[in-house]
C-alpha cells in the first residue's frame, strides 16, 4: 500500500514563494506519475502539475505556468513543488496523487468516487 503524506504549506504574502513535498511511501511503488492536485474553498480537485516517474516530462496548467515548478528526488521518494509569485488565487489545500495525470499527453485526471486524498497541506496567499 502506498502513502503519501505532503508538507510545506502555509501563510505567505502575495509574491512570495514556498515550497511543497510529497513524501511517497509504501511497497510496490509501481507508478508513471505524480501531480499535484489543489482544491480551493467550495471548488473541485484542479490538477496543478504533473511529472513522469520513467523520464524528464512534466506538464502544468496554464494559471501556474512559469511560476510552479515540481521535480522529483527519486533517493528520497519525494515529489516538490516550487511556488513562486503567489497570488490569492493560489490559495488551496495542495495534495499530492499517482497516476492522475499523464504529462506526456498533457492531461489531469479526475478522480473516481470515494477517491481518499489525504490530509493534503494548506497553502494561504493573504497580505
Known amino acids: 500500500q502506498v502513502q503519501l503524506v505532503e508538507s510545506g504549506g502555509g501563510l505567505v504574502q502575495p509574491g512570495g514563494s514556498l515550497r511543497l513535498s510529497c513524501a511517497i511511501s509504501?511497497?510496490?511503488?509501481?507508478?508513471?506519475?505524480i501531480g499535484w492536485f489543489r482544491q480551493a474553498p467550495g471548488k473541485e480537485h484542479e490538477g496543478v502539475a504533473c511529472i513522469s516517474s520513467r523520464d524528464s516530462s512534466t506538464y502544468y496548467t496554464d494559471s501556474v505556468k512559469g511560476r510552479f515548478t515540481i521535480s522529483r528526488d527519486n533517493a528520497k521518494n519525494t515529489v516538490y513543488l516550487q511556488m513562486n509569485t503567489l497570488e490569492p488565487e493560489d490559495t488551496a489545500v495542495y495534495y499530492c496523487?499517482?497516476?492522475?495525470?499523464?504529462?506526456?499527453?498533457?492531461?489531469?485526471?479526475?478522480?473516481?468516487?470515494?477517491?481518499?486524498w489525504g490530509q493534503g497541506t494548506r497553502v494561504t496567499v493573504s497580505s
Open positions: 509504501g511497497s510496490g511503488l509501481d507508478y508513471f506519475a
Open positions: 496523487a499517482l497516476d492522475l495525470c499523464d504529462p506526456r499527453l498533457h492531461s489531469f485526471y479526475s478522480a473516481y468516487p470515494g477517491y481518499y
